[in-house]
């Protein structure tokens, strides 16, 4: 959890940002009243005390996003980078699509975007059953207590993702554990950098091996449509394919401990859930409205002068508009700080708004349910193996999660 004692910056005396949570189910505190009182505000941000414009309600955060005068772009000046990349190094490294504007933006999503369709998400149900079903044969085989986040939450988007794009199977453990090495905040920056870069070549060579050897993967068939069309570079592709751990793995990984921890904590809820799986749907729409993990994973810069709420944003200045909050305005979801999975909470933000809207959403829904309704099915007695007040959530202001999750049986 960020710090809680020091709530201002102190060289530039504007409220520090990410702001600390008092309980790790509810967003800041000072959300609710930012929204009340000044919906766009001025704070700074820890990691370097620049200034940034944090936008709180649902309104303004939907308007901000749905505007083309706001650039994704991190590498324009006056863009609020929440993680301290030395400046040489951020120019150097080439954009994915997520920090692209139009039009190159609609270039790379419009190759994707057929992959992600719902149709094929539902074809990949089977088997994103099957890797559940086996990550929970071996939490049984092994015995409780175990940690859910390395039995489980890790290891299921990480395999859903080497089925989407195709890796060998007899490359998974190693997949696996660059992947693990990625998300792992305990492990030096040097450790994390290495397999970043191991994972990088790794996935260059898979891109190579598909345009020589195509399979019926992703990655084929990006690379037989590019042929057939040509629109990027095989750069592009592996960028793309790159992309795809790196936004599909922690969040989704995150959601399913948080989820789980949620409903463990939640029992009149969990018992309707395991009573009536047809309302998994809803409550995992409502858990990701909860947590809106990646509450500030939407930052702006402002390319011209632009007015919302009344407040003028300059052209270079930086923006946070803030999903977390957002999606606990009470004038959308009233008694908004309530898990209730009986409420329909599908105009959630918490996957964005606008172009850049999460292209696996659909992805990240199925997989929540199977997950949330297998466990649940298999182990029905599952429960927490610590105290509460034990466990460590981590919140680096882009994704929040949660390092470990002990349970039992
Ligand atoms: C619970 C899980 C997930 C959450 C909460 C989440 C959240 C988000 C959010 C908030 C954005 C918008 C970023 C922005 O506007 O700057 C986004 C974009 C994106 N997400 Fe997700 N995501 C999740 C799962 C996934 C999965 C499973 C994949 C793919 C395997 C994925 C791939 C992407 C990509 C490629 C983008 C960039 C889209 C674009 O720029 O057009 N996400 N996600």
Known sequence: MTQTADQDH????????????????????????????????????????????????????????????????????GYPLQVPVPEEMLQAVPLTFLSMDQPEHTVQ???????????????????????????????????GPLDLVTALALPVPSLVICELLGVPYEDHPQFEIWAGQIMNHDISDEERGRAHYELDQYVDRLVTAKETEPGDDMISRLVAQNRAEPTVEHADIVSMARLMLVTGHETTANMIALGTLALLEHPDQLAAVKADPALLPRAVEELLRFFSISDSGTARVALEDIEIGGTTIRAGEGILPLNNSANHDESVFPDADTLDIHREARSHLAFGYGIHQC???????????????????RIPDLELAAQFSELRFKDDAIVY????????W
């Not at 600390?20 to 959300?31: D, I, N, V």
């Not at 088997?127 to 015995?143: P, S, T, W």
């Not at 659909?362 to 099915?377: D, M, Q, S």
């Open 359 to 377: 292209i696996g959403q659909n992805l990240a829904r199925i997989e929540l349910e199977i997950v949330y309704g297998t466990l649940f099915k």
């Open 109 to 143: 999503r419009r190759l994707l975007a057929p992959e992600f369709s719902l149709r094929q998400m539902r074809a990949l149900r089977p088997r994103i059953q099957e890797i559940v079903d086996q990550q929970i044969d071996a939490m049984l085989a092994k015995g």
């Open 401 to 408: 999660g949660i390092y470990e999750l002990p349970v039992t």
């Open 10 to 77: 102190p060289a530039t005396g504007l409220p520090a940002f990410p702001m600390a949570r008092s309980c790790p189910f509810s967003p800041p505190e000072e959300y609710a009243k930012l929204r009340e009182n000044e919906p766009v505000s001025r704070a700074a941000l820890r990691v370097n005390g620049k200034p940034a414009w944090l936008v709180s309600t649902y309104e303004h955060v939907k308007k901000v996003l749905g505007d083309s005068r706001v650039s994704a772009n991190l590498k324009l000046p």
